[in-house]
């Protein structure tokens, strides 16, 4: 089946460093992938959708120059979240689009394992 | 306020004992996905329903989409301790409308079963 492959999994850091988050396909070309946040016991969250060749899109709210998202090709999508404090701290997880397997909008979407970001 | 609203938020219940969760919108959409999502891990897709009225099966999950592709409901029969975890409905907005293309994505409800 479809794998997304997010790395790495968890990582601690001081404030002030910047982060950088990668997000892969494995088995299949994703033109959009998609970069969510989750606190403890809660929904997902949508931060952005990153668009292979063009610029990401934000979410009301989400600071563009915080959360750099680059998607240089099919497969891979990163997120670097700049200059960290522990107010960014969270589950950081992204998602791929898989177009061949339905038509439209409908196409399921494959979710990475997560990220846990820890910022001291 | 979220789009599709999801009841309970939690249950807890034994193994061999039935359950339903909910998923429920004012909102239509042009398909639907239920998640279970375990602790530091990220969503697992169970399924996708498309057409108004669908039913679908896997194995004791039974998922039915609204007639009018509102709601969604998942039923677990005679659970068992491995369907433990977070279960999450999320939507696609149809074509053109707010939001389309993305997923809304339900508070969650987090199932417990014990032995």
């Known amino acids: 089946g479809a794998v997304v492959s997010q790395h790495p999994s968890w990582v601690i850091c001081k404030s002030g460093t910047s982060v950088k988050i990668e997000c892969r396909s494995l088995?299949?070309?994703?033109?959009?992938m998609f970069w969510y946040r989750q606190f403890p016991k809660q929904s997902l969250m949508l931060m952005a959708t990153?668009?292979?060749?063009?610029?990401?899109?934000?979410e009301q709210g989400v600071e563009k120059d915080k959360f750099l998202i680059n998607h240089a090709s099919l497969t891979l999508s990163t997120l670097t979240v700049t200059s960290a404090h522990p107010e960014d701290s969270s589950f950081y997880i992204c998602?791929?689009?898989?177009?061949?397997?339905?038509?439209?909008?409908?196409?399921?979407?494959?979710f990475g394992d997560g990220t846990r970001l820890s910022i001291l | 306020t979220q789009l599709l609203e999801q009841s309970p938020q939690f249950l807890s219940i034994q193994e061999g004992e039935n359950l339903t969760v909910y998923c429920n919108s004012s909102?239509?959409?042009?398909?639907l996905q239920w998640y279970r999502q375990e602790p530091g891990e990220g969503p697992v897709l169970l399924v996708t329903?498309?057409?108004?009225?669908e039913v679908k099966k896997l194995k004791r999950l039974t998922f039915q989409f609204g007639d009018a592709r509102k709601d969604s409901s998942l039923h677990i029969t005679a659970a068992q301790t491995g369907d433990t975890g977070l279960y999450l409905c999320?939507?696609?907005?149809?074509?053109?409308?707010?939001?389309?293309?993305?997923?809304?994505f339900g508070a969650g409800t987090q199932v417990v079963v014990t032995p």
């Open positions: 088995d299949f070309q994703a033109t959009t």
């Open positions: 990153s668009n292979e060749g063009s610029k990401a899109t934000y």
């Open positions: 998602s791929a689009r898989d177009i061949t397997r339905a038509k439209g909008y409908n196409q399921p979407q494959h």
């Open positions: 909102s239509v959409f042009s398909s």
């Open positions: 329903v498309v057409t108004g009225g």
């Open positions: 999320a939507g696609v907005r149809p074509y053109l409308t707010d939001s389309w293309g993305k997923l809304q």
